[in-house]
């Protein structure tokens, strides 16, 4: 050994191993190895005063007190069968009101207008049912990809539609004039 004044020997007495980056338990203040820092690695005797966790009732969202040697599970269930503050009828189901102007629908579950991000009703979920005012949302990654495979074959045919790489759709129509033909030309906002 050539630096034998360097580092610490582990706490742990089936270990004893030299460490030369010991760590200390914050709970009973004793050197240990990185196999052994855990409280139950080293049976630590302090760990009451470190390990405390209190559970939560699922159903009220309540702190439930446990006593030292109880088991959390059956003292949370005991709670839940006597103390539980939880009432079902109390609870909400309809929350996500529709943002239709004048429509006061609720639904349980959001409706989301994948264009405009915003909360509808079934009623008004589509875009041309609430007015749908997003004409600078990029489209998706399928809805894109339609928009170019139909871009290359019109393009083919008579150089009819242009997407750009960023997919940034609006819903304006252009009519374009190339000879005797009137082509459909959908505008793009690259902004």
């Known amino acids: 050994m050539e630096l034998p004044w360097l580092g610490q020997h582990c706490s742990e007495?089936?270990?004893r191993q030299l460490?030369?980056?010991p760590l200390k338990c914050d709970a009973c203040g004793e050197v240990f190895c990185k196999d052994h820092i855990r409280y139950d690695d080293h049976r630590c005797?302090?760990?009451y005063k470190k390990n405390v966790q209190v559970?939560?009732?699922p159903l009220c969202n309540a702190p439930v007190p446990v006593q030292k040697g109880e088991v959390?599970?059956?003292v949370v269930g005991a709670h839940m069968d006597k103390d539980c503050k939880y009432n079902p009828a109390q609870q909400k189901i309809f929350t996500n009101k529709c943002l239709k102007p004048g429509c006061k629908r609720k639904e349980m579950m959001k409706v989301v207008c994948e264009q405009c991000g915003g909360n509808f009703c079934i009623k008004h979920r589509?875009?041309?049912d609430h007015d749908c005012k997003a004409s600078s949302h990029p489209i998706s990654k399928a809805g894109y990809a339609?928009?170019?495979r139909a871009s290359q074959t019109a393009f083919k045919s008579a150089g009819a539609i242009a997407v750009p790489p960023n997919g940034n759709l609006q819903h304006n129509r252009y009519e374009l004039w190339k000879g005797e033909k009137t082509f459909v030309k959908y505008f793009v906002n690259t902004a």
């Open 72 to 74: 959390p599970d059956i």
């Open 45 to 47: 005797s302090s760990a």
């Open 55 to 57: 559970p939560v009732c």
């Open 13 to 15: 007495k089936a270990c």
């Open 19 to 21: 460490d030369f980056l």
């Open 146 to 148: 339609a928009l170019m």
């Open 126 to 128: 589509h875009p041309l």
